[in-house]
């Protein structure tokens, strides 16, 4: 093998790199080309496409609900604030508890760790389940920006209808937050009334026809409200 | 399966951070990646945690993926099975995997050379079963099980160096036949 040009050489440890055959002392010096050698890293990708598709040939697998719901809390907007969402993975688990509760209320009013600056309010999360378990929404509700951000992780509209988001304060008429016409994520700007909410603020959604509820209450089904004890009113 | 250019699309908004497309990407490429992981962890709640874990690092690296010049599936499928190797090696090996995000960018593939990648790629079944069969096998292990040179040689019951040999052959062998 000394007799082979560099490239070929080159090229068997691409290969056993794309492998993960590299032994851990040689594996720096590898990563060291890998970041400095524009050839190197093109033999290993091209390593890496062809046997990738030995992956390709094995029989597909759904994952469970859960994992989507999970990595979707993960990847939320936000994830500056370091920390905040590690501590939401605390609903892994949990999330299963919670439909058997029917009534799911997992909150976790989160306040900002003290090295981040003061003048970020806090952000606030909870969970929007139907009762039958059909339909499922991670919410968030940030009061420094004062928008409310809504992921589906289960369910939709159906054909035809949109999804609207509710909210009010304590005995007080649901408000419309907003129209959820499309996608699966939606960051909405709170109304005047829902920032003023100070202790418990109520979030729902629900499906209506295009252009939104006639009434300006819930006119279609309501998927499910969530609780969110404690708000505090910036300033 | 949605078709490559769907998934080019997918990948390219959510490396600008569109969590739809991203969540269009998981819809179209989990079942494939936890297969992946599956094959390597042998477990069913491990493999969705790592391929779980996968997926964080695909949003996080979603805008280097054109660099690695990979087409999606196999950047896709790269990342999971390597996140499940780490997982599994988690107790022996300390030295994490390669996600891309401090590769340098491939030197660039032309659109023909691409192509090629592409066809050589579908043909590594055909090519593993032209192998002596101990050597695809071993191949194989490696890959899709995550085995080492000493699992390997273990595996097969020749010594360590021995297994190295018969590997790097398979390897020159397989890069051959892949390129006719």
């Given amino acids: 093998m000394t007799d082979m ?5 080159n090229d068997l440890l691409a290969a056993e790199y794309a492998l993960g055959l590299i032994s851990d002392d040689q594996i720096e010096a590898a990563r060291a080309m890998l970041r400095d050698d524009p050839a190197f890293a093109r033999q290993v990708t091209a390593w890496e496409m062809r046997l990738a598709d030995l992956g390709e040939t094995l029989e597909p697998v759904q994952p469970s609900p859960a994992v989507k719901r999970e990595l979707i809390a993960r990847i939320l907007p936000g994830t500056q604030h370091a920390g905040i969402w590690q501590r939401l993975a605390l609903w892994r688990g949990a999330a299963v508890l919670a439909v058997l509760a029917l009534v799911a209320v997992l909150i976790f009013p989160v306040s900002l760790p003290d090295p981040v600056p003061t003048d970020d309010g806090p952000l606030y999360s909870a969970e929007i389940v139907s009762a039958e378990g059909d339909f499922r929404v991670v919410a ?26 509710w909210a009010h304060g304590p005995g007080e008429p649901a408000e419309s937050v907003g129209l959820w016409p499309d996608g699966n994520s939606v960051r909405l700007p709170m109304p005047e009334n829902i920032r003023r909410v100070s202790g418990v603020l109520t979030l729902g959604v629900s499906e209506e026809p295009p252009g939104g509820s006639p009434t300006g ?5 309501v998927f499910g409200t969530v609780d969110i004890p404690g708000v505090r009113v910036d300033g | 399966m949605s078709s490559h250019e769907e998934l080019e699309d997918l990948l390219a908004r959510a490396g600008l951070g569109d969590r739809d ?13 936890l297969a992946v992981c599956l094959r390597v962890l042998k477990n069913r709640s491990s493999a969705e945690d790592a391929m ?51 590769r340098i960018a491939a030197d660039t593939a032309t659109p023909e050379q691409s192509a090629i990648a592409g066809s050589e790629a579908r043909r590594v079944m055909a090519c593993l079963d032209e192998l002596e069969e101990d050597r695809g096998a071993a191949i194989r292990g490696a890959y899709l099980d995550g085995k080492t040179y000493k699992d390997l040689a273990e595996q097969f019951d020749v010594p360590l160096n021995t ?7 398979g390897l020159i062998a397989l890069r051959e036949c892949m390129s006719r």
Avoid: C
């Avoid at chain 1, 992921?151 to 035809?160: D, K, M, Y």
């Avoid at chain 1, 209450?217 to 089904?221: D, E, F, L, V």
């Fill in chain 1, 140 to 165: 968030v509700v940030d009061t420094d920006r004062d928008e409310v951000l809504m992921t589906l992780t289960e369910g939709a509209a159906p054909e035809g209808r949109i999804l609207q988001v």
């Fill in chain 2, 21 to 33: 497309a991203f969540i269009g990407l998981y819809d179209a490429t989990s079942a494939k990646l």
């Fill in chain 2, 163 to 169: 297994m190295r040999t018969w590997l790097r052959r």
């Fill in chain 1, 217 to 221: 209450s819930p006119s279609g089904r």
């Fill in chain 1, 5 to 9: 040009p560099d490239e070929k050489d």
């Fill in chain 2, 52 to 102: 779980q874990d996968a997926y964080v690092k695909i949003w996080n690296n979603a805008d280097r993926y054109a660099v690695t010049g990979h087409s999606p599936m196999t950047w896709l499928i790269t990342i999971a099975r390597n996140t499940a190797i780490d997982r599994l090696r988690a107790r022996r090996r300390t030295e994490p995997l390669d996600t891309h995000s401090e």
